[in-house]
């Protein structure tokens, strides 16, 4: 939250794409204030203060689908282009308190299916704050978090985090959240889930430190680069 006092930090990293959750409305930021101006912004939320915020930078172009199911709210269905390589991209907020049963990960898996013609193997991204690891897996639910992985890697999508360092899921080394701030309280909550040709694309991922930024947030960024 506050975005409008943390940009700097995050800008200097000259992010193409920033996705933001918990972020103002646009109307409530001065992007006067910013370092940089973005090229363009999709925030969809009921509250001004606490949305999701998708940013483009460096002349990424940025269009949200009229397929978006306002029932899954911030999973966002968004076509990126710029010059030769054009995506697809859900941002991803799983976080909707009115679905009392599926308020986090469930967001994620309705979206899934529900988007299942968009969601390739190809030029497909989804990228954002999950609420969810597989340590909270309740079996007999079959919207669990293990449950996407599989989904996903059925289409030959993986988490670009997991494939980089190697990691197994629910046994992640690097933490993207400190619950209250808390270096003793780590969760793995942030994905970016990419397709197989993209995936051949990666070079890199990197995850905040906790000493650098638990005065902005109790999230860490989780930084994706791809040669593309």
Same mark, same amino acid.
């Not at 939250?1 to 001065?30: G, H």
């Not at 390739?120 to 978090?145: A, C, M, Q, V, Y």
């Given at each position: 939250?506050?975005?409008?006092?943390? $940009?700097?930090?995050?800008?200097?990293?000259?992010?193409?794409?920033?996705?933001?959750?918990?972020?103002?409305?646009?109307?409530?930021?001065?992007?006067?204030? !910013? $370092?940089?101006?973005?090229?363009?912004?999709?925030?969809?939320?009921?509250?001004?203060?606490?949305?999701?915020?998708? !940013?483009?930078?460096?002349?990424?172009?940025?269009?949200?689908? @009229?397929?978006?199911?306002?029932? !899954?709210?911030?999973?966002?269905?968004? $076509?990126?282009?710029?010059?030769?390589?054009?995506? @697809?991209?859900?941002?991803?907020?799983?976080?909707?308190?009115?679905? @009392?049963?599926?308020?986090?990960?469930?967001?994620?898996? #309705?979206?899934? %299916?529900?988007?299942?013609?968009?969601?390739?193997?190809?030029?497909?991204?989804?990228?954002?704050? !999950?609420?969810?690891?597989?340590?909270?897996? #309740?079996?007999?639910?079959?919207?669990?978090? $293990?449950?996407?992985?599989?989904?996903?890697?059925?289409?030959?999508?993986?988490?670009?985090? &997991? %494939?980089?360092?190697?990691?197994?899921?629910? #046994? +992640?080394?690097?933490? @993207?959240?400190?619950?209250?701030? &808390?270096?003793? #309280?780590?969760?793995?909550?942030?994905?970016?889930?990419?397709?197989?040709?993209?995936?051949?694309?990666?070079?890199?991922? +990197?995850?905040?430190? %906790?000493?650098?930024?638990?005065?902005?947030?109790?999230?860490?960024?989780?930084?994706?680069?791809?040669?593309?």
């Amino acid at each position: 939250m506050a975005f409008r006092k943390k $940009s700097d930090w995050i800008l200097k990293y000259d992010p193409d794409i920033l996705i933001v959750p918990e972020c103002e409305n646009p109307d409530v930021l001065k992007f006067s204030l !910013f $370092s940089k101006q973005p090229d363009n912004i999709i925030w969809y939320g009921e509250n001004p203060n606490k949305g999701l915020g998708v !940013f483009s930078f460096n002349d990424y172009k940025l269009q949200l689908l @009229t397929i978006h199911n306002s029932d !899954f709210k911030t999973v966002l269905p968004i $076509s990126v282009t710029r010059g030769p390589v054009d995506f @697809t991209m859900f941002a991803i907020w799983a976080n909707n308190p009115s679905d @009392t049963i599926n308020q986090y990960i469930g967001q994620v898996w #309705k979206a899934i %299916h529900n988007y299942d013609e968009l969601i390739k193997n190809e030029k497909t991204i989804l990228i954002g704050d !999950f609420n969810s690891n597989t340590i909270w897996d #309740k079996p007999r639910r079959k919207w669990n978090h $293990s449950a996407v992985v599989e989904a996903l890697e059925l289409k030959q999508i993986k988490s670009t985090y &997991h %494939h980089h360092f190697k990691q197994v899921q629910g #046994k +992640e080394k690097h933490a @993207t959240f400190h619950l209250y701030r &808390h270096l003793n #309280k780590p969760y793995h909550l942030d994905y970016c889930f990419a397709s197989n040709e993209l995936m051949e694309k990666l070079q890199y991922v +990197e995850i905040g430190r %906790h000493e650098d930024w638990k005065m902005h947030s109790d999230h860490m960024p989780l930084i994706v680069n791809f040669n593309i």
